[in-house]
């Protein structure tokens, strides 16, 4: 009974910033913590950027500087600032949560991910 919605995607030229956004509904008692994902055409899914509720974030070097992870608790939402936007950036963007769903504990979750194309 959760899920995540992400959106934001899009073309973009280098150089330009996107925004991405996950939205998590359903029914559940809290998120742990929520985190993207990316996987380049014919490249595995790897982590770019994680928060958690007590808003500590990591990410990816390749993303340091450029890319910022930001949460709302109010709206269990979070964001992906991408700035400096470069070709190597493209990659389906999975938006991923560590949920706690019942008393006893909980589980993973993924969205169906959206696109990010950095072109000319």
């Known amino acids: 009974q959760v899920q995540l919605v992400e959106s934001g995607g899009g073309l973009v030229q280098p150089g330009r910033s996107l925004r991405l956004s996950c939205a998590a509904s359903?029914?559940?008692?809290?998120?742990?913590?929520m985190g993207w994902y990316r996987q380049p055409p014919g490249k595995q899914r790897d982590l770019v950027a994680v928060?958690?509720?007590?808003?500590?974030?990591n990410y990816v070097d390749s993303v340091k500087g450029r890319f910022t992870i930001t949460g709302d608790n109010a709206k269990n939402t979070v964001y992906l600032q991408m700035n400096s936007l470069r070709p190597e950036d493209t990659a389906v963007y999975y938006c991923n949560a560590d949920i706690r769903t019942t008393y006893y504990g909980g589980g993973d979750y993924w969205g169906k991910g959206t696109l990010v194309t950095v072109s000319s």
């Open positions: 359903g029914i559940f008692f809290a998120i742990n913590s």
């Open positions: 928060i958690n509720s007590a808003g500590n974030t």
